[in-house]
Nanobody, 121 residues
Framework: QVQLVESGGGLVQPGGSLRLSCVAS????????RSWYRQVPGEQRELVAH???????GYAEDVKGRFTISGGNAINTVYLQMNSLKPEDTAAYYC???????????????WGQGTQVTVSS
């Protein structure tokens, strides 16, 4: 079974930084996509950043220049470096993988449990 475990959320002042991490456990053989989403209560989950299998990245307009997504040295990890944080960045952040395992040789979607980021003075 694949589990995505996130860490790195917390409370930070405006202008501060946080680094989110996500690790996919299990016998991962291939990753097609890795992303970070965020969700505010009562609103739809929105895509924040994406990194493709060829390491091409993409960002939501309101985080460009402030957030950086990276895959690390292993295919089962993804990070989100968040700088110059604003109160409007406050949300639960979720990692997402489309990956393949030894027991399921086709791409399936997996989500992390979410980590809260609160930007407040």
């Amino acid at each position: 079974q694949v589990q995505l475990v996130e860490s790195g959320g917390g409370l930070v002042q405006p202008g501060g930084s946080l680094r989110l991490s996500c690790v996919a456990s299990g016998s991962v053989t291939s990753v097609n996509a890795r992303s970070w989403y965020r969700q505010v209560p009562g609103e739809q989950r929105e895509l924040v950043a994406h990194i493709a299998s060829d390491n091409v990245t993409g960002y939501a307009e309101d985080v460009k220049g402030r957030f950086t997504i990276s895959g690390g040295n292993a295919i089962n990890t993804v990070y989100l470096q968040m700088n110059s944080l604003k109160p409007e960045d406050t949300a639960a952040y979720y990692c997402y993988f489309a990956l393949m395992t030894t027991s399921a040789p086709y791409y399936r979607s997996y989500w992390g449990q979410g980590t809260q980021v609160t930007v407040s003075s």
